[in-house]
């Protein structure tokens, strides 16, 4: 997977048309997704939603407008596949990027089931090629931060 990652000072918030619509984050690792949220708050023009558990997550979605959800594979009750193929089932067409420090090997028949999760990226990387990936697949008429045009 080929990946051109937006340089931090390009990525500046700015108002957005979607000022509604929210990042979803789920992750069980407490202090990983509290990074991660207070990286993408202090950078991304939307609000973000951080989740330890994803059973309270897939509750609170139908509460949230939610322009993208990240989430992470490796998790307690649900993995990130099941999340997103329930969380596809309650909000139908928002995208989602998963996150994961594992190996996956999906196959075309897990992935067919989850047409919502666009890409895949290896933990670790850089909080703004998250953000490129956010801006990309975003779900909202108007990214959270301006981007080049180019896919992440």
């Known amino acids: 997977m080929a990946t051109s ?18 990042v979803m984050l789920v992750d069980d690792e407490v202090a990983y997704i509290d990074l991660l949220e207070q990286l993408l708050t202090q950078h991304l023009a ?53 996150i994961t420090a594992y190996q996956t090997n999906f196959t075309d028949e897990q992935l067919a089931r989850v047409p919502t999760l666009k890409i895949v990226v290896k933990k670790p990387f850089k909080w703004s090629t998250l953000a490129a ?3 990309w697949h975003w779900s909202g008429s108007t990214p959270p931060f301006p981007t080049n045009g180019d896919a992440p």
Do not use: W
């Not at 340089?7 to 000022?19: N, R």
């Not at 998790?75 to 909000?91: C, E």
């Open 46 to 98: 939307c609000p973000v939603h951080s989740f330890t558990n994803p059973t309270e997550a897939l509750r609170a979605l139908p509460g949230l407008d939610v322009g993208l959800i990240v989430t992470d594979y490796q998790m307690p009750d649900l993995d990130g596949l099941q999340f997103v193929a329930a969380a596809q089932r309650l909000r139908p067409g928002v995208p989602a990027v998963m």
């Open 5 to 22: 990652v937006f340089p931090a000072e390009t990525l500046q918030p700015f108002p957005s048309d979607d000022s509604g619509k929210c």
């Open 133 to 135: 990936h956010i801006a």
